[in-house]
């Protein structure tokens, strides 16, 4: 039997004030599956995606990512968690005053440790692998520009490029197409998923989305409350389990 890639246990996490953001997920995720984590706004789905690189620390459970313990990660072990951790946020997350390659670099600093990731000398190996990710994502001819120069489709792609660069064996996407354009986040989502099947990148999005969990997915994982209410395949997705995710409790 083939061991999963990421295996959660009893993981829970509970913020200051008391508010229960997860209660008790079990989970395991295959290697090079695209998985997108559903729900409504609150339902636990950002704070588990965030768990998983640990910037969120779980108030208990155990999170195994390639089999390396993420809870209990600290100094050198965290910063490889994070290495290898691609992670795409919901507004960019990028140096706008910086140009677009720069940007990209950013994603190389896990490799550089003590005074490199504060002065980095970024090399010649740090250079090609961004620009190639930039090119993935077709901004190549960007990478010049300063970030606040481009469109809002074109940063949320910079950002996938910087997480590509870090040559992650994990990509999170928080949200991704949340504040873009029908047709932006259809591009978007299919770079996303074009990097998870050429490169077997095992990935996971937070969408609000549910058609485009189901175009896009290999498996919906769908929260409420800090529960999972549905695990499974995106043509599993019916109105019952329209209902649990959504539908107003009576």
């Not at 997920?25 to 090079?32: H, P």
């Not at 990209?104 to 010649?124: I, K, N, Q, S």
């Not at 001819?141 to 120069?149: F, H, L, T, W």
């Not at 986040?185 to 050429?198: C, D, F, G």
């Amino acid at each position: 039997m083939t061991r999963a890639f990421v295996e959660v246990r009893g993981l829970r996490v509970v913020y200051p004030g008391g508010t229960k953001a997860l209660r008790g997920i079990d989970l395991d995720i295959e290697e090079g599956s695209f998985v997108a984590a559903v729900g409504l706004s609150g339902a636990g789905k950002s704070s588990f995606l965030r768990s998983l690189n640990h910037l969120v620390r779980p108030t208990s459970g155990s999170i195994l990512v390639g089999g390396r313990q993420v809870v209990a990660a600290r100094g050198g072990d965290l910063r490889r968690v994070r290495r290898e951790t691609g992670m795409v946020f919901q507004q960019f997350n990028l140096v706008r005053r910086m140009s677009v390659l720069r940007n990209v670099l950013v994603g190389r600093l896990g490799y550089h440790g003590g005074l490199g990731a504060v002065w980095p000398r970024f090399t010649d190996t740090d250079r090609q692998l961004s620009r190639a990710a930039l090119e993935r994502v077709g901004l190549g001819d960007r990478a010049g520009s300063r970030a606040d120069r481009l469109s809002g489709g074109q940063q949320q792609r910079v950002a996938i490029a910087r997480a590509l660069a870090q040559q992650p064996r994990l990509m999170l996407a928080d949200e991704p197409v949340a504040s873009l354009d029908p047709e932006t986040s259809l591009a978007v989502l299919s770079h996303l998923r074009e990097i998870n099947q050429r490169d077997g990148i095992t990935t996971i999005t937070a969408l609000h989305q549910l058609d485009l969990a189901q175009r896009f997915a290999d498996r919906v994982v769908a929260f409420r409350d800090g529960r999972i209410v549905y695990d499974g395949p995106p043509h599993g997705l019916d109105e019952s389990a329209y209902g649990r995710i959504y539908r107003a409790e009576r």
